[in-house]
């Protein structure tokens, strides 16, 4: 293995290169390698030393795999300071991406050149952090306030241009390790001794208010605001010691360990996309263009695939081709695209069809027709009968068992489930469902489309609902029996989103539409059923007032206005059903909301593991968290559950399965893993 950290001298200028693949973290043998190179090359009385990175990256920042265990001296901070400190000038040549610790390293530099496009940015806060290596103090000094309030507390990156614009590097080259031998170094003091920045309380104000905007629940943003706003008002080694205090403080916290925990996991997830086998997808049929199909159709030639959109009528066709037509006009009203590109582009990329008849031969066809077992099957008839057997072929189903849609198909081992999110253009999930039949081939060809179109991927075992609308039935179900036992939409979904769910659950059903969850309790006959606690709330509500939602003027809410506000109409039923099935109604707290929601989320989670639905807990927790507004910074509920302790999880499920078992029931797995105690990461 190759040293970490390399020095070599040519004349008068050293030369450092970070080498610790895959993207030079600044892990304790890269900060004790770059603390030896630095005095080896001082000690060899150089004139300059270039610093740069081996491979891709420069620097991507810390190795977030530390942060489970005590900080290991020298710290990067120490690190940095020697780098700023040193009497001989240190030259940063950023060859790729600044990130973190990386960017933190090349502000202590007397000068930095970067090669285009790079990624420079500060994206601590990401993970539950502020940078920790004088980030907060050294950036705000060369950009002021506004810019460096922006980096930080939105943890945003950007890119080499826009980065000498705002002062952080001082030229973009092409090869900036041998552009940094050279390269006149400016005659300024370093960056810790720059003037501090000029205060600016109109721009910490609105960094405040876009926090709890954009981040709320969030501890990290406002921290890094507070720390850059006070390198406006604090001599420089007063801002690195409370920047430290504040880094040590939330290193430990649960927010930066959830964060880290969704950020490996999407990595894993990520790197199913890069599997070999099965066909690359060059060529794709889309078959229904509503809502889905068409966002479908959109992202496919997004990512350059060529798309022939089926419908099944003139009029749907018609309907197809404007839905396109939309997606288009919104990129550009969003100022993505020009108006005479997007035209060009969907002249290219789209055909329109209406019918089977002489469909072209594609790597893939992906339906997206009405929920109706009968309807799909008869499109993949049609599919089998027009296509070569090579085709893949996927449904888009959200809750249909993907092997009875197969059925009679000459080639099930081409066959799958692509279930995407809505808008599926923007929804970075996708769970991919593995068939009965589908081979493994088939799969990698999915996943590597998935990874074309931007998405993370996450597979997924036949059951009603997979992994993510299984789980938001029951979360949904047992919403539905707090209304019952006292509780009101209203004071669920402030619960919930005061938890950090992006919206309440009753919210959701008004923007999406009751019948979905109408039909689909219909289907599975749930009024008859006597092995769950069936409240006909929702039923009723579909049933009797036709209030189907936002897109009906009225749902579990009222929007007289535009504004959603409690309705006396739902009010009513919810109280007659309560009346009905002889409970005392009982005020819920938001706590008591909040545990028993997460409890069906997590014990449902649980069950799906153990049927062997997802693979592992943390593929659940990017479920929930990229599909289903869970928050980010509490990892998914399975992350959630593991971290409060699982012994004590599995207490708090026993009461409420003690006191009803038919909302609440206690999965063998968890009882085995707090047995054994082990997590549910090990599975
Ligand atoms: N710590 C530890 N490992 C890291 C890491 C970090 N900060 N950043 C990336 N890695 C690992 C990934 O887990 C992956 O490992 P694997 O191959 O075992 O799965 C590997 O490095 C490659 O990362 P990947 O993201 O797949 O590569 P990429 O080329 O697509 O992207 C980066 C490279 C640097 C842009 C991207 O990894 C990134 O944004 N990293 C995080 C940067 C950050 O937040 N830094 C601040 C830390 S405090
Ligand atoms: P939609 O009603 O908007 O679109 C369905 C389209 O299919 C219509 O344009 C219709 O004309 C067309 N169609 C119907 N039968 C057809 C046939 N035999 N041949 C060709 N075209 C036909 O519905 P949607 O919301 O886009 O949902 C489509 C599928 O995606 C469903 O299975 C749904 O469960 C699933 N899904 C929906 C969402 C969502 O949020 N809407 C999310 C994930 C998955």
């Known amino acids: 293995m190759s040293e970490p950290v390399r020095l070599s001298i040519e004349g008068s200028v050293a030369r450092i290169v970070i080498d610790n693949p895959p993207v030079n973290a600044t892990a304790l043998a890269v900060r004790q390698g770059l603390v030896s190179a630095l005095e080896a090359a001082i000690a060899a009385g150089v004139a300059r030393i270039v610093l740069t990175g081996a491979g891709r990256t420069f620097v991507a920042g810390a190795d977030a795999r530390e942060f489970d265990a005590p900080p290991q001296p020298p710290l990067l901070a120490d690190v940095v300071e020697r780098i700023e400190q040193s009497p001989v000038p240190v030259v940063a040549a950023l060859n790729g991406a600044a990130l973190g610790g990386g960017l933190e390293i090349a502000l202590a530099c007397r000068l930095r050149l970067a090669a285009p496009g790079i990624a420079v940015g500060l994206p601590e806060v990401t993970l539950g952090l502020v940078p920790g290596a004088g980030g907060t103090q050294r950036l705000p000094r060369l950009t002021g306030l506004a810019a460096a309030l922006s980096l930080i507390a939105e943890g945003r990156t950007i890119d080499a241009a826009q980065a000498e614009r705002l002062g952080i590097v001082d030229a973009v080259v092409s090869d900036p390790a041998e552009a940094a031998r050279t390269h006149p ?31 709320a629940g969030q501890n990290a943003p406002p921290e890094a605001i507070a720390l850059v706003d006070a390198a406006a008002h604090f001599p420089f080694s007063e801002g690195l010691a409370r920047e430290r205090a504040t880094f040590f403080a939330l290193r430990n916290s649960d927010q930066a360990a959830a964060l880290r925990h969704v950020f490996f996991a999407e990595r894993a997830a990520l790197a199913r996309t890069r599997q070999p086998g099965g066909p690359d997808i060059a060529s794709a049929i889309v078959v ?28 749907g066709t018609a309907r197809a081709r404007d839905n396109i037509g939309r997606l288009y006009a919104e990129a550009v009203s969003r100022g993505r695209t020009s108006a005479a590109a997007a035209e060009a582009d969907c002249a290219a990329r789209f055909t329109f069809r209406t019918g089977y008849d002489g469909l072209p031969p594609a790597d893939i066809a992906i339906e997206a027709v009405f929920e109706d077992l009968a309807v799909k099957r008869q499109v993949f008839a049609a599919l089998a009968a027009a296509l070569p057997q090579t085709t893949i072929l996927a449904t888009n189903t959200s809750f249909l068992d993907v092997n009875r849609i197969a059925e009679g198909l000459p080639a099930p081992a081409r066959f799958l489930g692509l279930h995407f999110f809505s808008p599926a253009h923007i929804m970075k999930l996708l769970e991919v469902i593995r068939g009965r039949d589908t081979a493994p081939e088939t799969l990698a060809a999915a996943l590597r489309l998935a990874g074309r179109l931007k998405k993370i991927p996450v597979l997924a075992g036949v059951c009603d609902g997979f992994i993510g609308n299984r789980i938001l039935t029951r979360y949904r179900q047992t919403c539905d029996v707090m209304l019952l036992a006292g509780a009101l ?17 009753y919210e959701v059903q008004d923007l999406s539409g009751l019948d979905i969850a109408y039909a689909n309790r219909k289907r599975l006959g ?35 206005g535009g504004r959603a506000t409690p309705s006396a109409t739902v009010e009513a039923i919810v109280a007659e059903e309560s009346a009905r099935a002889g409970i005392v109604r009982r005020p819920f707290a938001a706590g008591e909301i909040v545990a028993r929601a997460t409890a069906a989320m997590i014990a449902e989670g649980f069950a799906i593991l153990e049927d062997g639905i997802a693979e592992r807990a943390a593929d659940i927790d990017l479920v929930l968290v990229h599909g289903y507004g869970f928050p980010r910074w509490r990892g998914g509920p399975m992350h959630d559950a593991a971290r409060g302790g699982l012994a004590a999880f599995l207490a708090r499920l026993e009461a409420l399965a003690a006191e009803d078992p038919l909302t609440f029931s206690v999965p063998g797995l968890l009882r085995r893993l707090v047995a054994e105690g082990r997590s549910p990461d090990e599975i």
């Open 489 to 505: 939409p209203a004071g669920v979904d402030a619960a919930m989103r005061g938890f950090g769910m992006a919206m309440g659950p």
């Open 288 to 315: 229904g263009g509503g809502t889905m199909g068409a966002a479908i159709a959109y992202a496919l030639a997004g990512a350059g695939i060529t798309v022939t959109l089926v419908e099944s009528d003139a009029a």
């Open 185 to 215: 170094i400016p005659a300024r003091p370093a960056t810790g001794a720059l003037p501090p920045p000029a205060a600016d309380n109109a721009a910490v104000e609105a960094a405040r208010a876009q926090a709890r905007r954009r981040m």
């Open 526 to 560: 749930w009024r008859t059923r006597t092995d769950i606690r069936y409240v006909a709330i929702a039923d009723r509500i579909v049933e009797e007032t036709g209030r189907l939602g936002r897109k009906t003027g009225a749902g579990w809410y009222d929007y007289a």
